[in-house]
């Protein structure tokens, strides 16, 4: 069957993953890639800066990446700190569980793109809008993102979002993310 429309093959592809796997039986599967413990933001007021707010948040260091708690839509994730990336993506996987969450709809598809990875390698993909992107206390509207059709690329908070925030630092002895 042939889909004309590029939102329905989408879907129809989110849904066949999420229920075809959910819906297999009793079998047991391994999960390759436990979630850590998430830990908790830090806000405090930093009056040497003239009384703006100073959001502090712990990373994860898991594997050589440092992995960030957000929130995209209201349901919780730990994204790869990626400088290098354009945009926040993310799989199929994930973007099927925001739709089955019902927090990513057909409605926030932007369009159809070209994204080139670290590789090098051209891929086609989806550029959706997300409604909500929280990181501590800080939070973006109307971000885009890209999905991916590679079913285990790792969640990436990019340029997209991080160029909203504005001054960010990292202290690497900490494990820790401040945005000012």
Request: glycine content about 8%; charged content about 20%; overall charge neutral.
């Amino acid at each position: 069957m042939i889909f004309k429309d590029m939102k329905l093959f989408f879907f129809t592809l989110c849904f066949f993953i999420v229920f075809g796997c959910s819906q297999s039986g009793n079998r047991k599967y391994k999960t390759t890639h436990a979630l850590p413990k998430l830990p908790a933001s830090q806000v405090k007021i930093d009056s040497q800066n003239n009384g703006e707010i100073v959001t502090t948040v712990d990373m994860i260091k898991e594997s050589g990446v440092y992995k960030i708690p957000t929130e995209v839509n209201g349901v919780k994730m730990f994204f790869i700190f990626d400088t290098g990336a354009g945009m926040i993506s993310m799989s199929n996987t994930e973007a099927a569980f925001l739709y089955k969450q019902g927090t990513l709809t057909e409605e926030d598809i932007v369009g159809n793109a070209k994204f080139t990875d670290a590789n090098g390698d051209v891929s086609d993909g989806l550029v959706v809008l997300l409604k909500e992107v929280k990181v501590g206390n800080r939070v973006l509207k109307n971000i885009e993102a890209s999905i991916v059709p590679n079913l285990q690329a790792p969640l990436l908070l990019g340029q997209s979002a991080l160029q909203k925030f504005g001054k960010v630092s990292i202290d690497y002895n900490k494990n820790q993310i401040t945005f000012e």
